[in-house]
C-alpha cells in the first residue's frame, strides 16, 4: 500500500471512529451515562462506611475500571466481527463485479480490490473468472493462485510478478500481455494465445503449454523446466538463457526462436521445427542453436 493509499485508510479509519463516538455520546446517551454513575455512586455511598471514603473510591474506581474494560473489550469484538462481515459482503460484490463482460466495470473493481489489499494478499486465490474481460488490466503482483480463468481475455494486461500457480488459463488471450517473473508453476495454458507476450523470468515449471501460440513471445531467463510444449508455436520468440531441460516440445516449431545459452538438456525433441527451419533428428547438433562459441553459431543468425 502506498502513502497516498494509507493517508486515505487512516482518514477513513478517523471517520469511522469520529461516528462511533457520536453515536454513543448523543445528548440522551450522555445523560444515560451520567445517571448510571449518579445511581453507582448512590449505591455505594449507601453500602459504605462515610468515614472510609478513600477506600470507597478505590473500590468505586476499581470495579468501574473492570467495568469499563470489558464494555471497551465486547465493543471491540462485536466491531470486529461487523467489521469481517461488512468486509466479506464487499469482497463478495467485487468478485462479482470483476467477472462483468464490461471492461470498465471490471478496471473499477481492480482499482477498488487494489486499494483494499485484497488483490495481493490471497483473498482472489480460487477466483472463478471464466472468460472474463480483463483486457489492458493493471495486475501487477497479484495473487490468482488456482484461479479459473477459462477463456478469459487478458489482452495487453500487466501481470508482471503475479500468481498464477495451478491456474487453468486454457484458451486464454495473453497476447502482448506482461508477465515478467510472474509465478505460473503447473499453470494451465492449453491452446492459449501468447503472442508476443513478455515472460522474460517468468516460473513455467511444469506448465501445461501444449499447442499454445508464443510466436514472437519473449522468454529470456525464463524456466520452462519439464513444461508440456508439444506442438507448441515459438516461431521468433526469444528463449536466450532460458531453462528447458525436460521439457517436452515434440512436434514444436522453433524457427527463427533465439535459443543462445538455452539449457535444453534432456529435453524431447521429436518431430520439432528447428531455428533454420530443419526438422530435429537423433543426429542434430543442438549447440549449433544453443552455444554461441559454436563454429557455426554466428553464421546462421545473430542473436540479442
Known sequence: MNLADTMQQRTQDETKARKYLNDIFTPEGSTLITLAIVIAIIGFLTNTDINNLGGMFHEFYANISSELISIAITVAFIDSINKRRQDNQELTRLKALLASNESVVTKIAIAELNACGWLRDGSLQ???????????????????????????????????????????????????????????????????????????????????????????????????????????????????????????????????????????????????????????????????????????????????
Open 126 to 304: 480460487g477466483v472463478q473468472l471464466r472468460r472474463g474481460k480483463l483486457q489492458d488490466t493493471q495486475l501487477r503482483g497479484a495473487n490468482l493462485q488456482g484461479a479459473n480463468l477459462l477463456e478469459v481475455n487478458l489482452q495487453g494486461a500487466d501481470l508482471q510478478g503475479a500468481n498464477l500457480k495451478g491456474a487453468i488459463l486454457q484458451g486464454a488471450n495473453l497476447r502482448d500481455a506482461i508477465l515478467k517473473r510472474a509465478k505460473l508453476q503447473g499453470t494451465q495454458f492449453f491452446q492459449a494465445n501468447l503472442q508476443g507476450a513478455g515472460l522474460s523470468e517468468a516460473n513455467l515449471q511444469d506448465a501445461t503449454l501444449v499447442r499454445v501460440n508464443l510466436q514472437r513471445a519473449i522468454l529470456k531467463r525464463a524456466n520452462l523446466q519439464d513444461a508440456d510444449l508439444r506442438g507448441t508455436s515459438l516461431e521468433e520468440s526469444t528463449l536466450r538463457s532460458a531453462n528447458l531441460q525436460g521439457a517436452d516440445l515434440r512436434g514444436s516449431n522453433l524457427q527463427g526462436a533465439k535459443l543462445a545459452k538455452a539449457n535444453m538438456e534432456n529435453a524431447k525433441l521429436e518431430n520439432a521445427i528447428l531455428p533454420d527451419g530443419t526438422k530435429y533428428s537423433s543426429e542434430t547438433d543442438m549447440e549449433r542453436f544453443t552455444n554461441p562459441d559454436h563454429p557455426n553459431f554466428l553464421f546462421l543468425f545473430k542473436q540479442s
